[in-house]
């Protein structure tokens, strides 16, 4: 994966973690104004997860590496996702486009994070859909701390 530079989140935790990953999904919107792009087509995301917190925990780390791209490569690398669950063909706030994928990763990786006995928190995912389009999302309550 290429160097990338993201978006950096200002915050007062002792630590941050940024996990780079891409996986590779179909996906259509299912909008006339879309355009070409309510069609069925590929991509090949590019994501980086920012998860920030002050507490390491058992093994020494904010949280591993290895899971948080787990998370979202085992649900969605090779799937069309218009067929899971996260996203929906009638409610235009689940469309599949990169703003609500990258809203769906942050809901993926922050209810697994509310399980961690260290609470660490993700305040950024950065989602790349081509290259020269991306999305940025980040939790509003992230912001306010």
Same mark, same amino acid.
């Not at 999904?25 to 995301?45: E, F, L, M, N, R």
């Not at 920012?50 to 787990?70: A, E, P």
């Not at 993926?108 to 509310?114: E, R």
């Given at each position: 994966?290429?160097?990338?530079?993201?978006?950096?989140?200002?915050?007062?935790?002792?630590?941050?973690?940024?996990?780079?990953?891409?996986?590779?999904?179909?996906?259509?919107?299912?909008?006339?104004?879309?355009?070409?792009?309510?069609?069925?087509?590929?991509? #090949?995301?590019?994501?980086?997860?920012?998860?920030?917190? +002050? =507490? &390491? %925990?058992?093994?020494?780390?904010? /949280?591993?590496?290895?899971?948080?791209?787990?998370?979202?490569?085992?649900?969605?690398?090779?799937?069309?996702?218009?067929?899971?669950?996260?996203?929906?063909?009638?409610?235009?706030?689940?469309?599949?486009?990169?703003?609500?994928?990258?809203? #769906?990763?942050?809901?993926?990786?922050?209810?697994?994070? +509310? =399980? &961690? %006995?260290?609470?660490?928190?993700? /305040?950024?995912?950065?989602?790349?859909?081509?290259?020269?389009?991306?999305?940025?999302?980040?939790?509003?309550?992230?912001?306010?701390?």
């Amino acid at each position: 994966m290429m160097q990338q530079i993201y978006p950096v989140v200002p915050h007062d935790y002792a630590y941050e973690i940024n996990k780079d990953f891409h996986f590779a999904a179909a996906h259509y919107v299912p909008s006339t104004d879309a355009g070409k792009c309510q069609h069925i087509h590929g991509h #090949t995301y590019f994501a980086n997860i920012t998860i920030v917190g +002050d =507490t &390491l %925990d058992h093994s020494g780390f904010l /949280v591993n590496f290895k899971t948080i791209k787990d998370l979202v490569h085992r649900r969605f690398d090779h799937r069309v996702l218009n067929k899971d669950a996260a996203f929906s063909d009638e409610d235009p706030s689940y469309f599949p486009t990169s703003e609500v994928i990258a809203r #769906t990763i942050y809901e993926i990786v922050q209810a697994h994070l +509310d =399980t &961690l %006995d260290n609470q660490p928190k993700c /305040v950024q995912v950065f989602l790349r859909e081509t290259p020269t389009s991306y999305c940025v999302y980040r939790p509003k309550e992230a912001s306010s701390q």
